[in-house]
Every structure is written in C-alpha cells, then in structure tokens.
C-alpha cells in the first residue's frame, strides 16, 4: 500500500507551497496518490540517478519525493532522522555497522562508499522506516531496477 493509501488526509499538492518557500511550520500539506504519481513521472523525466523533488520545508523537517536506480552512497546524518515510505520498487536498505571511507561533510552529514557488517531489510511498496541520527544507512538497488520513496528529514534539537 502507498503512502497516499495510508496516510490520504495528512498531506496539498506537490507542487511548492508557500510553506515550502516561508520555511512556515504552520501550514497543511495534503499529497494525493495522483500528486505523488505524478511527482514521480517528473522524477522519471529528469533522467537522473538519482533524482529528488523537494515537497516542503517546515522549519525543522522537510519533505521530498526520491527515485534511484542504482546504489546509494553510504550516508550518516548527525542531526537528522530519516523516515522512508516506499511508494514503489523494491531496495535493500543496509542501516547500522560502520561507513567504509567516511568522508565527513557540512552540517554533520557523512558520506561512504559502503557499510561494514551492516543488517539488510528488504523494502517494498508501503512500507514505512525510521532510520535515527547518527545510524549509517545505504540503499541499494538490484541492477535494472527502480525505487521510489517519499522521505521526512526531521532535524533533532541540539543538546543544552
């Protein structure tokens, strides 16, 4: 089942939205299945691997619709959860172990060329993952095929 599915009442257009350009946390966003597919026929037109559409920008989490059809990069986030809802493909996601080549960057963000003794999970339309700040994570995608999952980045609040 599709985020649009499960969630239909939770989310305006996938167009951008004031909130998105205001950084407004105060604002309604609605994402209906068509807005959604049709989010991801844009993705599909870009021609890009991978591709992302920002949906929104609240203030301390932001929204996006992402495509990829082939491996991520190893990733760790310091100051952000992740959370995934596949809307369609299929990805092994590879969270925990260590990052191999950890390359620090800007804002706590990490990049890898893979994952060390990480666990596997199989990800399918519907389902729904939190992946914590500070847990490396890496996507990876079988030869020929395509993934496409909405994504919240939530940023924690920095420690007294």
């Known amino acids: 089942m599709r985020l649009a599915l499960l969630f239909p009442l ?22 209906s299945v068509p807005d959604l597919q049709s989010a991801e026929k844009e993705l599909l037109a870009q021609k890009k691997d991978p591709a992302t559409k920002s949906l929104g920008n609240y203030g301390n989490h ?31 996601l590879v969270t925990g172990g260590t990052v191999i080549d950890d ?17 596997e999970t ?18 990876k995608i079988k030869k020929g095929a395509a993934f496409t999952y909405f994504v919240i980045k939530v940023e924690i609040p920095a420690k007294p």
């Not at 491996?71 to 809802?85: L, M, P, T």
């Not at 620090?104 to 990480?118: L, R, S, V, Y």
């Open 62 to 92: 932001t929204t996006a619709l992402a495509h990829r059809e082939s491996d991520g990069k190893a990733e760790v986030h310091e100051k952000k959860n992740d959370y995934f809802v596949v809307q369609s493909g299929e990805a092994t």
């Open 10 to 31: 939770l989310f305006a257009a996938a167009a951008p939205t004031a909130a998105e350009e205001a950084k407004d946390t105060n604002v309604f966003a609605h994402w």
């Open 103 to 119: 390359k620090p960057g800007e804002n706590g963000e990490h990049t890898g060329t893979g994952i060390k003794d990480g666990a």
């Open 122 to 139: 199989v990800l399918k339309p519907g389902d729904v993952v939190h992946i914590p700040a500070g847990m490396p994570h890496q996507l």
